[in-house]
C-alpha cells in the first residue's frame, strides 16, 4: 500500500553548495548522503518528519541519465518525488493490472564516504527516469526510525533552524486537469478531490488534491495537481516566479508537465520568517486567508516552497 511521500528529488549543479544554501540560508540540515553505485550522481539528504529531501547532482556525466542532464540544462530544481510502499510488489501488480506499464521492482543502493551502505526496491512508471513527471515507488531495506535513522547518515535527524517539521504535500503543473485528474488516479489508485481554486494561496491556479491514505489512517500528505487559469501575462516570460500571476505558465512552458512546488509545516511560521529574514532569503508573504510564505526560488536552487503550520494546512 503507498504509505506517503517518500522523499522528494532536487538536481542541483554543484552538491557542495546547494548543501550550504539549504542549511545556512534556509536552515534545513542535511545529516546523510553519498554516491549511487550506478547512474553517476551523488546525494545529500535532508530529513523532515518521515520525508526527505534529495538533494543530487551528476559527478559522472558519461553515467547519467540523459533526461537528468536535459533538466539541469533548463536550470536546478525539481526533478520529481517518490511514493513510499509497504508492499511494493502488490503495488506494482496492482498499477499492471490497472493497464499501466511500469519496470520493477528493481533493487537499488547507496554508499556512504563512511563506508555503509541502505538499500531498497524501486519501481517505476512507465520509463526509469529521474527527471519525469510520474513519481516512482520505494520500499527502502528499513521502517520507522531505523530508516530515519539510516537516511540521516546513522545518526538522529537533526532539528531543523528553520522548524520544519513535515512535508504536507507536492505540487504538479499540468495541462489539462481533468485528463491528468483520470490518468494519475489510474496510475495510483487514489481517489481526487474535487477542484478547487488557488487563490487562497495567492496562485493562479486550479487544483485536485490526492490524500494519501492507508488502510484508515491518513499521513496528513497529498499530492496536487495544478492547471495554469488564463492571464493576460504573456506565460513565456521568463522572470515570472511562482506566485506570481503568469509564473504557473510560463514553468508548464518551460519544464513540461512536472513538480513545481513542495508545501513545509514549520512549528512558528513568524520564527521561520525572522530566520529567513536574518538570513536575506526573500519570500513572499501571504496573510489572508491563512498565513503562508512562498520563497523565492532563486533562493532554493529552483525549488518554490511553500511554508505554512500544521494547524492552517
Same mark, same amino acid.
Request: net charge negative; proline share 6%; glycine share 10%.
Given at each position: 500500500?503507498?504509505?506517503?511521500?517518500?522523499?522528494?528529488?532536487?538536481?542541483?549543479?554543484?552538491?557542495?553548495?546547494?548543501?550550504?544554501? +539549504?542549511?545556512?540560508?534556509?536552515?534545513?540540515?542535511?545529516?546523510?548522503?553519498?554516491?549511487? $553505485?550506478?547512474?553517476?550522481?551523488?546525494?545529500?539528504?535532508?530529513?523532515?518528519?518521515?520525508?526527505?529531501?534529495?538533494?543530487?547532482?551528476?559527478?559522472?556525466?558519461?553515467?547519467?541519465?540523459?533526461?537528468?542532464?536535459?533538466?539541469?540544462?533548463?536550470?536546478?530544481?525539481?526533478?520529481?518525488?517518490?511514493?513510499?510502499?509497504?508492499?511494493?510488489?502488490?503495488?506494482?501488480?496492482?498499477?499492471?493490472?490497472?493497464?499501466?506499464?511500469?519496470?520493477? /521492482?528493481?533493487?537499488?543502493?547507496?554508499?556512504?564516504?563512511?563506508?555503509?551502505?541502505?538499500?531498497?526496491?524501486?519501481?517505476?512508471?512507465?520509463? #526509469?527516469?529521474?527527471?519525469?513527471?510520474? #513519481?516512482?515507488?520505494?520500499?527502502?531495506?528499513?521502517?520507522? %526510525?531505523?530508516?530515519?535513522?539510516?537516511?540521516?547518515?546513522?545518526?538522529? $535527524?537533526?532539528?531543523?533552524?528553520?522548524?520544519?517539521?513535515?512535508?504536507?504535500?507536492?505540487?504538479?503543473?499540468?495541462?489539462?486537469?481533468?485528463?491528468?485528474?483520470?490518468? +494519475?488516479?489510474?496510475?495510483?489508485?487514489?481517489?481526487?478531490?474535487?477542484?478547487?481554486?488557488?487563490?487562497?494561496?495567492?496562485?493562479?491556479?486550479?487544483?485536485?488534491?490526492?490524500?494519501?491514505?492507508?488502510?484508515?489512517?491518513?499521513?496528513?500528505?497529498? +499530492?496536487?495537481?495544478?492547471?495554469?487559469?488564463?492571464?493576460?501575462?504573456?506565460?513565456?516570460? /521568463?522572470?515570472?516566479?511562482? #506566485?506570481?500571476?503568469?509564473?504557473?505558465?510560463?514553468?508548464?512552458?518551460?519544464?513540461? %508537465?512536472?513538480?513545481?512546488?513542495?508545501?513545509?509545516?514549520?512549528?512558528?511560521?513568524?520564527?521561520?520568517?525572522?530566520?529567513?529574514?536574518?538570513?536575506?532569503?526573500?519570500?513572499?508573504?501571504?496573510?489572508? /486567508?491563512?498565513?503562508?510564505?512562498?520563497?523565492?526560488?532563486?533562493?532554493?536552487?529552483?525549488?518554490?516552497?511553500?511554508?505554512?503550520?500544521?494547524?492552517?494546512?
Amino acid at each position: 500500500m503507498l504509505t506517503g511521500i517518500d522523499h522528494i528529488i532536487i538536481g542541483v549543479n554543484d552538491l557542495e553548495k546547494a548543501t550550504q544554501t +539549504f542549511e545556512q540560508n534556509l536552515g534545513l540540515l542535511a545529516s546523510g548522503g553519498g554516491r549511487h $553505485p550506478f547512474g553517476g550522481t551523488a546525494n545529500r539528504i535532508i530529513v523532515i518528519g518521515d520525508t526527505y529531501l534529495e538533494l543530487i547532482s551528476v559527478e559522472e556525466v558519461a553515467e547519467a541519465q540523459q533526461s537528468m542532464l536535459d533538466r539541469l540544462a533548463k536550470g536546478e530544481g525539481y526533478l520529481n518525488f517518490v511514493l513510499g510502499s509497504d508492499d511494493i510488489e502488490a503495488d506494482s501488480q496492482a498499477i499492471r493490472a490497472r493497464g499501466v506499464s511500469v519496470n520493477g /521492482p528493481n533493487a537499488g543502493a547507496l554508499n556512504s564516504a563512511e563506508g555503509r551502505s541502505r538499500g531498497w526496491q524501486r519501481t517505476d512508471v512507465e520509463r #526509469p527516469d529521474l527527471a519525469q513527471h510520474y #513519481p516512482f515507488l520505494i520500499q527502502h531495506d528499513s521502517t520507522g %526510525e531505523e530508516r530515519r535513522f539510516r537516511l540521516a547518515g546513522w545518526q538522529h $535527524p537533526p532539528t531543523h533552524p528553520l522548524g520544519a517539521l513535515k512535508v504536507l504535500s507536492t505540487t504538479l503543473v499540468v495541462e489539462n486537469l481533468e485528463e491528468a485528474t483520470r490518468r +494519475f488516479q489510474r496510475i495510483y489508485g487514489l481517489e481526487p478531490s474535487i477542484q478547487f481554486g488557488g487563490e487562497h494561496e495567492g496562485w493562479d491556479a486550479l487544483l485536485v488534491s490526492f490524500p494519501l491514505v492507508r488502510g484508515n489512517n491518513a499521513s496528513g500528505q497529498s +499530492f496536487e495537481l495544478a492547471m495554469p487559469l488564463p492571464t493576460n501575462i504573456d506565460p513565456a516570460n /521568463p522572470q515570472g516566479h511562482l #506566485p506570481e500571476v503568469g509564473s504557473l505558465a510560463a514553468y508548464l512552458q518551460r519544464y513540461g %508537465e512536472s513538480l513545481c512546488r513542495i508545501t513545509l509545516a514549520v512549528a512558528d511560521l513568524p520564527a521561520a520568517m525572522h530566520y529567513l529574514d536574518a538570513h536575506g532569503v526573500i519570500y513572499t508573504m501571504q496573510e489572508q /486567508p491563512h498565513p503562508l510564505v512562498w520563497i523565492h526560488p532563486t533562493q532554493t536552487c529552483g525549488a518554490a516552497i511553500v511554508l505554512t503550520t500544521q494547524a492552517e494546512a
